[in-house]
Antibody, heavy 121, light 105 residues
Framework: QVQLQESGPGLVKPSETLSLTCTVSGGSFSSYYWTWIRQTPGQGLEWIGYIYYVGSTNSNPSLESRLTFSVDTSKTQFSLKLRSVTAADTAVYYCARGIAAPGKHWYFDLWGRGTLVTVSS | QMTQSPSSLSASVGDRVTISCRASQNIDLFLNWYQQRPGKAPKVLIY???TLQSGVPSRFSGSGSGTEFTLTIRNLQPEDIATYFCQQTYNFPQTFGLGTKVEVK
């Protein structure tokens, strides 16, 4: 059974870098779009972006200038770095597996449990 | 931009529940529905507007195209207490509706 698990600090200081890793276990790492999504009570669910297993990326323009994605296929892990964080980046961060079904119909069929990241001094 | 309605509803076990999602532009059939139970991650129910994800009970169904979409839950069950989100995947960035919270009377 494939599982995703987020890991990283739960508290980040303003202006610093938020770093998260998602470990994929129990299944194939290839041919999927490994995605980050965050959720806040006020803004709902926000698509952050994805890294394809071969390394190509796509990210939300609202965050793109502060984002870096990476992937380590040998460890079946992918990571997110978000620079210069503010309180507005406080959220539950989810990693998810993105599938492009026939007809390019995307959906996220597996999600991690989510990790709360708080930006505060 | 995705607009869901209502933002919350209360229904009885066995009821038929309908949730609407409106897109600000034509998104063809590029619309998914997710269920998020309290304290859990979202779970896909429907993709491509009407395709039921494997393992999802058949009381869930999706319909619509273009700008108007509907998620229907027939025979509402206590375990359906959750917030339901629509998501457009027509273009990037993919965006979600703000959710509809379903409570059981």
């Amino acid at each position: 059974q494939v599982q995703l698990q987020e890991s990283g600090p739960g508290l980040v200081k303003p202006s610093e870098t938020l770093s998260l890793t998602c470990t994929v276990s129990g299944g194939s790492f290839s041919s999927y779009y490994w995605t980050w999504i965050r959720q806040t009570p006020g803004q709902g669910l926000e698509w952050i972006g994805y890294i394809y297993y071969v390394g190509s990326t796509n990210s939300n323009p609202s965050l793109e200038s502060r984002l870096t994605f990476s992937v380590d296929t040998s460890k079946t892990q992918f990571s997110l770095k978000l620079r210069s964080v503010t309180a507005a980046d406080t959220a539950v961060y989810y990693c998810a597996r993105g599938i492009a079904a026939p007809g390019k119909h995307w959906y996220f069929d597996l999600w991690g449990r989510g990790t709360l990241v708080t930006v505060s001094s | 931009q995705m607009t869901q309605s209502p933002s919350s509803l209360s229904a009885s076990v066995g009821d038929r529940v309908t949730i609407s999602c409106r897109a600000s532009q034509n998104i063809d059939l590029f619309l998914n529905w997710y269920q998020q139970r309290p304290g859990k991650a979202p779970k896909v129910l429907i993709y491509a507007a009407s395709t039921l994800q494997s393992g999802v009970p058949s009381r869930f169904s999706g319909s619509g195209s273009g700008t108007e979409f509907t998620l229907t839950i027939r025979n509402l069950q206590p375990e359906d207490i959750a917030t339901y989100f629509c998501q457009q995947t027509y273009n990037f960035p993919q965006t979600f509706g703000l959710g509809t919270k379903v409570e059981v009377k």
